[in-house]
């Protein structure tokens, strides 16, 4: 009797499974990588990107507020440019927190706002974090999140 219960239970379990992979949207991907980056300007780095998006990065830092804690809330727009030639640009919502004198941790929640090539009428969000170093100029962050594709819409 007892094998019987463990076959009904697998086979359940599989049966879920199954339930679980039918009602997700086919049309999205979780995507994951790391990013690396130097500064060129004040407000402006470039690097290189691993993984789902690799390719190229340039971030642009559009404001900095320091809070009363000591952490600064950063606004910033990225745009990736990967192999294909495909392009996704993101704005974003950060914070930093100091780590120590010129090393600085950040989180980052970044909306997809546009993209071109297979990028193209895609929406998510990425979560991003990451330590920035101010005196060598450098950063490196880990990126994870879900790109959706959109419906296009049906001609009349």
């Not at 691993?50 to 910033?76: F, K, N, T, Y």
């Not at 745009?79 to 989180?107: A, C, K, N, W, Y």
Request: overall charge negative; hydrophobic content about 35%.
């Amino acid at each position: 009797m007892k094998p019987l219960v463990w076959l009904g239970l697998g086979l359940w379990a599989i049966a879920q499974g199954s339930v679980a992979y039918a009602n997700q949207d086919p049309a999205c991907e979780t995507i994951s990588g790391t990013l690396f980056t130097n500064f060129i300007s004040e407000t402006e780095t470039l690097g290189v990107v691993l993984g789902s998006l690799e390719g190229g990065v340039r971030a642009v830092i559009v404001e900095q507020a320091p809070q009363d804690d000591g952490r600064v809330r950063i606004q910033l727009r990225h745009t990736f440019v990967t192999r294909d030639g495909s392009t996704l640009h993101t704005q974003d919502e950060g914070i930093g927190t100091p780590i120590r004198e010129g090393l600085m941790h950040v989180t980052e929640r970044s909306v997809i706002v546009g993209g071109t090539g297979r990028f193209s009428n895609v929406r998510g969000t990425l979560e991003v974090h990451g330590s920035v170093d101010f005196e060598r100029g450098e950063t490196v962050f880990r990126y994870r999140g879900e790109l959706c594709r959109e419906k296009p819409m049906a001609h009349e």
